[in-house]
């Protein structure tokens, strides 16, 4: 129906409205019903397919452009929306009870949202998921730049690009079976370290090759990286959403907006300094899985007077295991 550009931007905020339901929702469900190890486990799943539907997104798009033009991406769009609508409406239960619902108000909500905002441990791996997807974003923004231009891959691009894919839903995936076994802590702490030791090895490189290191060089660190990423994205949001059960759906609103809103000013940034060189999406890796660090060693300081709920709360988790 749009009959001009900002008519079609104003459709696409509607649209953005919406999908943040479901991006909000969706961890709240997971909430609702796991914790925990067994959250981390559904949430590597979840994250798997989360991650991969923007790299694949933009080839499907480019078929659907291809074959049947532009005005086709909407309707595309339209009927997704409705599938999913009556595949969510016909399949998926209530995971509130009764007895945990509260009713509306806006005193409540405000109550809500400063306790998810004052508790140490949701905001620091929120922060930290920020950092990580950032520096993922800062790869899509510069990807076709990097590989299509600066290494003229040409029309070979979507392939290098999928097989990058491969490695972050591979790693997701395989999250879903190593955190039940190693726990979220440890594997987020070894990723992260992971990340940042090879990102600041393969920074000397770059420089060493004046930004243009060799091809397999920089696939092979992005096929290690973005391994990393993937163990990364479901336990950071279980570690987020751990502490809020009983308010999941704001604490999910608001750990799923702040996460977005940091790595979408950072994944920018890092886009915008592309000169020619891989040396800023690689410098941002480095820094960034270095804040990310950081900002999960925060969330695990517990304050003076908190050890013993903190030991209770690990002895639950572990007796949940067993």
């Known amino acids: 129906m749009a009959r001009s550009f900002p008519l079609i931007l104003a459709g696409r905020f509607l649209q953005g409205v919406g999908v943040a339901g479901p991006r909000t929702i969706t961890l709240a469900l997971v909430r609702d019903k796991f914790e925990g190890r067994e959250m981390a486990r559904v949430m590597s799943l979840i994250m798997g397919v989360f991650i991969l539907v923007p790299i694949v997104a933009p080839a499907l798009g480019q078929m659907v452009l291809a074959v049947l033009g532009w005005r086709a991406i909407f309707g595309v769009d339209l009927a997704m929306g409705l599938f999913a609508f009556v595949w969510f409406a ?75 894919a491969v490695a972050i839903g591979g790693a997701s995936f395989l999250n879903a079976h190593l955190v039940v076994r ?72 608001i750990v799923g907006a702040t ?31 270095a804040c990310s660090i950081v900002a999960a060693w925060w969330a695990e300081l517990v304050p003076p007077g908190h050890e013993s709920v903190s030991v209770q709360r690990n002895d639950i988790e572990t007796t949940r295991l067993g």
């Open 259 to 289: 996460s977005m809103l940091i790595s979408l000013a950072l994944g920018t940034w890092i886009g915008q300094s592309y000169n020619g060189t891989v040396l800023p999406l690689v410098v941002g890796f480095a820094v960034l899985s």
């Open 182 to 253: 190693y726990g979220m802590r440890a594997l987020t702490t070894w990723s992260l370290r992971g990340i940042c030791a090879v990102s600041i090895g393969f920074t000397a490189i770059a420089v060493i090759a004046d930004g243009h290191p060799p091809l397999w060089m920089l696939m092979t660190y992005f096929m290690v990286s973005f391994f990393g990423i993937g163990l990364l994205f479901g336990n950071l949001n279980a570690l987020a959403m751990q502490p809020l059960g009983h308010i999941a759906g704001t604490g999910a609103a």
């Open 90 to 164: 016909a399949r998926q239960d209530e995971t509130l009870p009764v007895t945990r619902r509260m009713p509306f108000s806006l005193r409540r909500s405000a109550a809500a949202a400063r306790e998810v905002l004052t508790n140490r441990r949701s905001i620091g791996y929120t922060v930290a998921s920020g950092y990580v997807f950032g520096a993922f974003l800062g790869y899509l923004t510069s990807a076709q730049q990097i590989l299509q231009q600066q290494y003229a891959l040409g029309t070979q691009f979507p392939l290098y690009f999928a097989l990058l």
